[in-house]
């Protein structure tokens, strides 16, 4: 059967019922909070916007904001010093591309970024001090040329030219990769009742977890938008729990379309998951695939509320009886997001109906997602996020409420590495005491981008 399986899924129902072992720290936040690399991308699209509508002080504000936030992101500080040079605001500029520099430790645009501030100490005649900035722009392959003609001109010269390297442009199809490893511990694996740990000792519901993966992300220009796309696949292993040792593999391709910036949008998407659990006595598999659209009323970069409509299909196969969860689902969604310079607040409410074949998967879910993210001391990013749903099992009498609640810390070290602790606890109460249940799950997660 392994050459039919290679699954994943991500919706919540079998999130609730079981596959959401592999998946705890990631997919809980869902698309409520925009992520470091998403967010700088929303950031760069409507400050390209904004320059081309000539509207300079509104980009200028919008990166200001971002980078009150990430203030790690070079790129950005490189864009607003360009910003502020092309306003005259000499100091300014220098201050930004110099954060530029010291933000971007063994990154190939490094070299741009001295470059670019060298231009802002010719300007005001520190030529000594801009002839350091040029020499270490000279060691950069995509900036050396340019550099040794500056060099040349260096007592005569007023300002520098733009730049005009590869390098210096945003690429046609960006891409990225990054791997992760994480390790953590799990309370209640299987989601036993108390009920049911009269016959299984408690100790023998937890385990240790430990999960590898891999994260690649592109994007291509297609017309006047952008075709993003992501794929992202994980193995995690169980080493200890009442269904014996096990392991899940599982995959996620995200194709979305952006449009250009505007105050009203439209994104379209297609998201398929697939997943395969193998254990010594338990072993499901299912593919699901996810067809819907955004629709995104922006009408500032502070505030966001996106409306969206979706359809999925999903097939779910295991080795118990009565259990199939195959069948079609809708799933329309609210969320209102506010930002200011250091904070993210989001809530959201959503709708799942889904009409699967077995009666302990046709479900009617609605949920209330909630997410706070604030920049904290030490360049550390905290987020809290909590979700409350409320699960009608239409094909039997079964009714849960259900809450989830998430801390984590996230850093950043130098270019490419962050390393995360995050905490979830689940609270689930029902009408059937099989469903009662509790459990807390820790872990610590170092990634690493490769490019």
Known sequence: MIYRVIVRMLSFNLF??????????????????????????????????????KMVAEAEKAIEEHLGVDEKDSARWNILGLIRLKRNVIKKAEAAFRRAIDESEGSRLRGIYFYHHADTLIRQSKIEQAREDLNQARTFSNVQEAADRALENLQTTKELPRLQTEADRPPLAPISLSIFARTGYDSNVLLLS??????????STDSAVFVFGGDFRMSHPLGSSTLKSNLKSTFSYYPESTAGRFNMIGATLDLRLVPAAGILSAQFFNRTNLGFLNSDGYEFYTVTDTLGADIVLQPNSNWRTTLTAAFRYQKFENSSEGSDRTGPAISPALTQAFRSQRQLFSLGVNFDRTFAKGERAELAAYRIPF???????????????????????????????????????RRRFAEHFNVSLSYVYMNSRSNQSSSDYDRHTGAMEVEYELF
Do not use: C, M, W
């Open 194 to 203: 108390d009920d049911s740990l009269v016959a299984v000792s408690r100790s």
């Open 16 to 53: 609730l019922l079981g596959f959401f072992l592999t998946s705890f720290l990631g997919s809980f936040l869902g698309s409520t909070l925009y992520a470091d690399e998403s967010d700088r991308e929303v950031v760069q699209t409507y400050v390209n916007y904004y320059l081309k509508q």
């Open 371 to 409: 997410v706070f993210a604030t920049q904290l001391p030490l360049e550390v990013q905290g987020i809290l996020s909590s979700r409350y749903s409320y699960l009608d099992y239409t094909g039997s009498l079964r009714r849960d409420h259900l809450i989830e609640t998430q801390t984590s810390l």
